[in-house]
């Protein structure tokens, strides 16, 4: 039977710390869940798909507040996430939702700010590299509709969110 005071928070580990920090979880008997998704990377001589935190430096765990001073002693913990002066927990349902997102091996890509249309961007990647433009519409995260000013267009291209940045 799950008690009901337990809870899922979201904390943070130090940078490139997760898998350890899920494992020295474990080995606490603290219920851990870190989301991982596949990733093909290439060195010079080889391709391989790995499996890389979907958020970067974030892992959640399944505790009550009695544990809280326990998961901040672990190694490669860094701290508790906090929203409006509290501790954040996150729903189950929110958590389950992620897992079965995950189980779809559907190709997710986590974009870590939000940019909305009429804003202006930056394209860091592909063959408009270097250019600023004004996002005009987003059809999918994959494909998106830029004004390019200096060209007097709206083109649209087929690239990745990660592709662009908002300028400030």
Do not use: C
């Not at 080995?27 to 990733?39: A, D, E």
């Not at 202006?120 to 494909?143: H, Q, T």
């Amino acid at each position: 039977m799950i008690d009901s005071s337990y809870k899922w928070y979201p904390v943070y580990t130090r940078s490139r710390a997760e898998k350890t920090t899920q494992i020295a979880l474990a080995k606490k008997n603290i219920i851990s869940y870190l989301p991982l998704k596949k990733v093909l990377k290439q060195w010079s001589d080889r391709k391989k798909i790995v499996e890389e935190p979907l958020l970067k430096s974030y892992l959640f765990v399944y505790i009550s507040a009695k544990e809280y001073a326990e998961v901040l002693m672990t190694s490669g913990m860094s701290r508790f996430i906090y929203f409006s002066g509290k501790i954040a927990s996150i729903p189950d349902k929110q958590l389950e939702d992620l897992k079965l997102l995950l189980a779809n091996e559907t190709d997710l890509e986590v974009i870590e700010y939000d940019i909305s249309p009429g804003e202006k961007v930056l394209i860091k990647a592909g063959p408009f590299k270097g250019i600023i433009a004004e996002l005009v519409s987003l059809k999918s995260k994959k494909n998106i509709v830029l004004r390019l000013q200096e060209l007097g267009y709206s083109i649209q291209i087929n690239t990745s969110m990660a592709f662009i940045e908002p300028i400030v």
